[in-house]
C-alpha cells in the first residue's frame, strides 16, 4: 500500500504560481512512476503531468508545457508540480497518483494504470 497526501493549493491570481507537493509513504517511492491529474467541476478528470521512477523522463498535457514543471525527490519521497503563469482555466482539483513500476523511464498519461490515488487539493485561479 502507498499512501499519497497532497497540499499547496489555493487561491491565486491569474498569472500567479504555486507548487503543489504530494507526499507518499508505505512503500518504496522510488519505485513508483507519478502523475498529476485535475479535475475541474462538471469535467472529467484530466492528465497535467508525468514523471518516471528515475525522473529522468517527463511529459504534459500541452495547455501546460512550457508552464508547469514536475519533478521528484526521492529521498524525501515526494513529487512536486510547480505551477507558473496560472490561468483561470488551470481551476480545478490537483491530485497525485503513482503507478508501481520496474521500469526506471516508464511514465504513463493514462488514470486507469495508476494503483494509488491522493485526496487532491483545491487550485483556483482568479481572473
Known amino acids: 500500500q502507498v499512501q499519497l497526501v497532497e497540499s499547496g493549493g489555493g487561491l491565486v491570481e491569474a498569472g500567479g504560481s504555486l507548487r503543489l507537493s504530494c507526499v507518499a509513504s508505505g512503500r518504496t517511492f522510488s519505485m513508483f512512476a507519478m502523475g498529476w491529474f485535475r479535475q475541474a467541476p462538471g469535467k472529467e478528470r484530466e492528465f497535467v503531468a508525468a514523471l518516471s521512477r528515475s525522473g529522468g523522463s517527463a511529459y504534459y498535457i500541452d495547455s501546460v508545457k512550457g508552464r508547469f514543471t514536475i519533478s521528484r525527490d526521492n529521498a524525501k519521497n515526494t513529487v512536486y508540480l510547480q505551477m507558473n503563469s496560472l490561468e483561470p482555466e488551470d481551476t480545478a482539483v490537483y491530485s497525485c497518483?503513482?503507478?508501481?513500476?520496474?521500469?526506471?523511464?516508464?511514465?504513463?498519461?493514462?488514470?486507469?494504470?495508476?494503483?494509488?490515488w491522493g485526496q487532491g487539493t483545491q487550485v483556483t485561479v482568479s481572473s
Open positions: 497518483a503513482a503507478v508501481l513500476t520496474a521500469s526506471t523511464s516508464y511514465y504513463s498519461t493514462r488514470p486507469d494504470v495508476y494503483s494509488y
